[in-house]
């Protein structure tokens, strides 16, 4: 970021604030790594994106101070914790202790799995470098009321669940007292996959995706609840107990999703809107967005090969704007959307995960 001659208060501070935003680790922002850092927490003494910087601001002026590094006006004082901190050593002090199995956020994460981090490193002070506990929810061990997506569209059940560790499990029961209780279901902790999902997309906050196996298939169950707070530790004891279990294979991120529309085999056919999800190895396809099983899903292998389309080949019907191909071992799937740039970062995100498949 520039330095604004109009917004600081003189030569010297910008002087002294330039030469701040040139040490090693102050180009980027400290939470979710973003290049564009033109916001600053004088009290935590860290540089900051925007969205970031929203969030901090949501912290109280008690925990972070926020100011624009080329809107607001500046001192020498507003300086004193970035030359003593800065990125690294802030870092260094609020997030040395963070639990492996801990995300840090990047550009793309959604907004919620951002916030909490923010919170849990500056407001609770969970991986401080004083903190001598790992927090409880990481432990591997949760009960309490969520809120599960029932057949209805908008109808969400409240439901007790369990984080069960001795059978390894996730279940869920009608109520808050489950001795004698039946399961009404349960979910096979080595072998499912916990997401985020973004309110946009589900049409209701603070909720995960979870994705078991079921027959041939993967199931999806969208669960909620009351807070960003509640949700994400619950994320989070989920996939700490796959840790320590030893499925850390199963501890993923949504790597993109977006609707896309696709041909019938071989591109023979007419052009059909699916909500798309890649995730881990594979890329999952449904009709719609909360739809409990997907219409068809391609698991991706070392050998496949992706291409953007500049013209199609004869048999293939006129379709969206820009396409892409995926060739398998088995057939060629076409992917179409009126948007170049969505179209891009679905090469590139498909392109990421082929590329780390092992042969």
Same mark, same amino acid.
């Given at each position: 970021a520039?330095?604004s ?5 003189g030569d010297?501070?910008?002087?002294i604030?330039?030469n701040i935003m040139?040490?090693?680790?102050n180009?980027?922002?400290?939470d979710c790594g973003?290049l ?9 003494g ?7 910087s ?7 002026v ?6 624009s590094?080329q809107?607001?006006?500046?001192t020498e004082?507003?300086?004193l914790?970035?030359?003593?901190f800065?990125n690294?050593?802030s870092?260094n002090?609020?997030?040395?202790n963070k639990p492996d ?6 550009t ?7 916030e909490h ?5 500056y ?7 004083d ?5 409880v929810?990481?432990?591997?061990v949760k009960?309490g009321q969520?809120f599960?997506k029932?057949?209805?569209?908008e109808?969400w059940?409240?439901r ?13 029961? =009608?109520?808050a007292? @489950?001795a004698?209780? #039946?399961?009404?279901?349960?979910i ?6 916990? %997401?985020? $999902?973004?309110e ?6 603070n909720?995960?995706h979870?994705l ?8 999806s169950i ?9 949700i994400?530790?619950?994320y989070?004891?989920i ?12 501890c ?12 019938p085999?071989?591109g023979k056919?007419a052009w ?8 881990a190895d594979?890329?999952?396809y449904y ?5 409990p ?6 698991i991706?292998?070392k050998s496949?090969?992706?291409e953007?389309?500049h ?6 019907k006129?379709?969206? =704007?820009?396409?892409? @191909?995926?060739t398998? #071992?088995?057939?060629t ?8 740039d %969505?179209c $891009? ?6 392109d990421r ?5 092992v042969?």
């Open positions: 520039v330095v001659t109009q917004s600081t208060g010297k501070v910008i002087k604030l330039e040139k040490n090693p680790g180009d980027c922002c400290v973003a564009d850092c033109s916001w600053a927490s004088t009290t935590l860290c540089f900051v994106c925007i969205r970031c929203g969030i901090h601001r949501n912290l109280g008690q925990i972070s101070r926020i100011k590094v809107l607001d006006h500046w004082n507003d300086c914790n970035l030359e003593r800065g690294i050593k870092s002090l609020y997030a040395v199995v801990y995300c840090k956020p990047h793309e994460s959604p907004r919620m799995l951002v981090w923010i919170k849990a490193k407001e609770w002070k969970e991986f401080h470098r903190s001598e506990q790992l927090p929810y990481l432990k591997g009960s969520l599960k029932g057949k209805d569209r109808c059940l409240p007790h669940f369990l984080l069960d560790r001795l059978n390894k499990k996730l279940a869920y029961y =009608d109520k007292t @489950t004698g209780q #039946k399961e009404l279901g349960s096979d902790i080595s072998s499912c996959y916990v %997401l985020i $999902t973004d946009e997309v589900v049409g209701r906050s909720c995960v979870v078991y196996p079921h027959g041939k298939n993967l199931r969208y669960i909620s609840a009351n807070s960003v707070k509640e994400i530790e619950w989070y004891a996939r700490s107990l796959q840790t320590q279990l030893g499925y850390s294979r199963n993923v991120e949504t790597k993109h999703e977006s609707f896309l529309e696709k041909t085999k071989e056919g059909r809107k699916r909500w798309c999800i890649l995730v594979r890329i999952l009709k719609n967005v909360l739809d099983f997907p219409r068809g899903e391609v991706l292998s496949d090969r992706l953007k389309l013209s199609l080949p004869k048999h293939v006129s379709g969206p =704007d820009y396409i892409f @191909t995926l398998t #071992k088995t057939r799937y076409y992917w179409g959307t009126g948007n170049e %969505l $891009t970062k679905w090469i590139l995100h498909v995960v082929v590329a780390d498949l042969q």
